[in-house]
Structure formats: C-alpha cells, structure tokens
C-alpha cells in the first residue's frame, strides 16, 4: 500500500475512526495494483468480518484483482454472486477475464455465465461471453477424434 495511504489508515485507527467500505474499497485497489494480491484478498476478508456489506464498487475492486492477477476461476464466482443477489453487473475487461478463463478448458460455465448476464440487460458482456464460450466450443471438437481415432485439425 502506498505511504500515504498507510499513514492516512493508521491516523484514523488511531483517532477512533473506523475505517468505511470506500477505505477498504481504497485499500484493496492499492494492493492489487501494487501486486500483493494476498492482501488485497485480505481486506476483502477483513471487510467481511468487520460486517460491512459489499457494495457494487467493492466487488469490482475485488474481480478487477482477480482478473489483473490471473484468476479468471474467484472472478467467475464473485460475478455469479453479485447477479445471484441481483446486483448490476460489474464494469470489468470481460475480453481478458473470458480469455483467461477458456484456458481453464470450461466453455458451459461461460455460457451460462453469459446468459445469466444477458437476463440481467448486460448484452455487450453477454455477447462477448458467448464469443468466447462459442471458441472454445469449436476448439475442444477440434481436439476430439472422429470415428476413424483421427483427430480433427
């Protein structure tokens, strides 16, 4: 976390403040921008066991770490949780997080991702989504053998 930052967090800590879900929202972009990754999921945590709700912002703080730092897999389960509540979809980079996520090999769970998006008005996400979902649909068949035990190139 930048000086700043750590030395404006422990002033108010110090003069009985409590922290707001925009400090914690604050500190876990510091971290994940800043490459701990580790503590950027602990505030997260943190934010949890102090009992302040997530907000919108929150959750797009924490999915744009996941997804900056490669874990398409904690991205997909915290987006299915903000639409499961009904919240409005997060604004993230949902070429990159679909890109990373089909080396996970999983193009069912990215399509119904892209649907539960589409009943939610997220058509440009949705469409992307299923983009992707379609790829890698078209690759694994290209990996399967045919009758013949070939493969299909």
Not at 20 to 49: D, L, P, V
Not at 142 to 153: D, E, M, T, V, Y
């Amino acid at each position: 976390m930048p000086d700043d930052a750590v030395r404006i967090y422990k002033k108010m800590i110090h003069n009985g403040f409590n922290p707001t879900i925009h400090t914690y929202n604050m500190m876990m972009k510091s971290y994940f921008h800043g490459n701990n990754y580790e503590m950027g999921c602990a505030t997260w945590k943190e934010m949890g066991r102090k009992g302040i709700c997530a907000d919108v912002n929150s959750y797009t703080v924490y999915i744009n770490g996941h997804i900056r730092h490669g874990r398409p897999e904690e991205a997909y389960k915290h987006i299915v949780d903000m639409v499961n509540k009904g919240m409005s979809v997060p604004q993230v980079d949902y070429n990159k997080f679909a890109a990373d996520f089909s080396r996970a090999g999983r193009p069912d769970a990215l399509s119904e991702l892209a649907q539960k998006m589409n009943f939610t008005g997220k058509f440009e996400a949705s469409n992307v989504l299923n983009r992707w979902s379609e790829r890698m649909k078209k690759r694994v068949k290209k990996r399967l053998p045919n009758r013949s035990g070939q493969r299909l190139f």
